[in-house]
């Protein structure tokens, strides 16, 4: 029990973190005697409230009670701490006046174990510059990175949703191509005196072209031009075999969708790695019959 009342724990302090609670309303009078950043306190499962110290939780353990053997000691608390993800921008009150590259700040979780005193759980925001006991994780940071980037779905060039496409015509498929919509793209993300680089770029796209077909390139596709006549693209495009006069306003629903392959090291060598992100975009294609006149 203790356990699924550590796990809600756990949920309510991250929607705490979100902006759904603020710390001031936390302190309703079980967490009197709490210091910043305090953001759930419980008791224990079927545990009475009532006044007392025992209803009196902070966000720090308490020190040891006078005679218990434990002044000097804190074998009574079982702590945990993991690299909070994200991390919290520069500035942020919990970075308590150091700097993103000094340290990191953890989620701290601390539950006191002593079957005599239950009751206890605790979780905080602390900075540290590399506690011994936690390891950072680079693969973390390289998806802080990567978040950083904000990376978006491919810029739809061709099909234009403006213009209407002909049955039996090559059409081309292309894309503008930006840092942010195919790369390659840097970031850096530090914590605890690690520092992981991180480069994304589009390795692949995948075009759904709303009539049960797909097409996939591996490169952002090349520009049409008056020059090329009916000629197909050498490299992404597409056939349509039947009109759109029976699709959702008269319109092909498609999507367009990339594949990015990050890579990514820590700085100064050692561990690297790699992460793959998929971004989408939709279009839309119209598609009509060549009408032949006869004479």
Same mark, same amino acid.
């Given at each position: ?143 802080? #990175? *990567?978040?950083?980037?904000?990376? =978006? &779905? ?9 213009? +209407?496409?002909? @049955? !039996? ?95 990514? #090291? *820590?700085?100064?060598?050692?561990? =690297? &790695? ?9 279009? +839309?294609?119209? @598609? !009509? ?7």
């Amino acid at each position: 029990m203790l356990r699924q009342t550590t796990a809600w724990a756990v949920f309510l302090s991250v929607t705490a973190s979100l902006g759904f609670a603020s710390p001031a309303a936390a302190d309703d009078g079980v967490c009197k005697g709490r210091t910043k950043y305090i953001t759930l306190c419980v008791k224990k499962p079927g545990e009475e409230s009532g006044g007392g110290d025992q209803d009196k939780r902070s966000s720090q353990p308490p020190a040891p009670k006078p005679g218990s053997g434990a002044e000097n000691e804190r074998d009574h608390w079982r702590c945990t701490k993991a690299l909070k993800n994200p991390q919290p921008p520069a500035g942020s009150p919990e970075w308590e006046g150091h700097e993103p590259g000094d340290g990191a700040v953890y989620l701290q979780e601390c539950e006191w174990v002593d079957e005599k005193e239950a009751g206890y759980f605790v979780v905080t925001t602390v900075w540290a510059a590399t506690p011994d006991e936690v390891t950072i994780d680079p693969a973390v940071l390289a998806q802080q #990175a *990567v978040d950083s980037m904000l990376l =978006t &779905g491919p810029a739809v060039a061709s099909p234009r949703p403006e213009a +209407t496409y002909t @049955v !039996g015509v090559p059409m081309w498929l292309w894309v503008t191509p930006s840092p942010t919509t195919w790369g390659p793209n840097t970031a850096s993300a530090s914590a605890g005196g690690i520092t992981v680089s991180a480069t994304a770029q589009v390795s692949s796209i995948s075009w759904r072209m709303g009539d049960g077909s797909t097409v996939t390139c591996t490169g952002p596709g090349t520009a049409y031009s008056a020059a090329r006549g009916m000629s197909p693209s050498p490299d992404c495009g597409h056939v349509y075999r039947t009109p759109s006069a029976h699709q959702p306003a008269n319109k092909y629903q498609g999507t367009a969708t990339t594949t990015w392959t990050v890579n990514w #090291a *820590v700085t100064g060598g050692g561990q =690297t &790695g790699q992460l793959t992100e998929v971004r989408q975009s939709p279009f +839309t294609v119209s @598609v !009509g019959e060549l009408q032949v006149v006869g004479q």
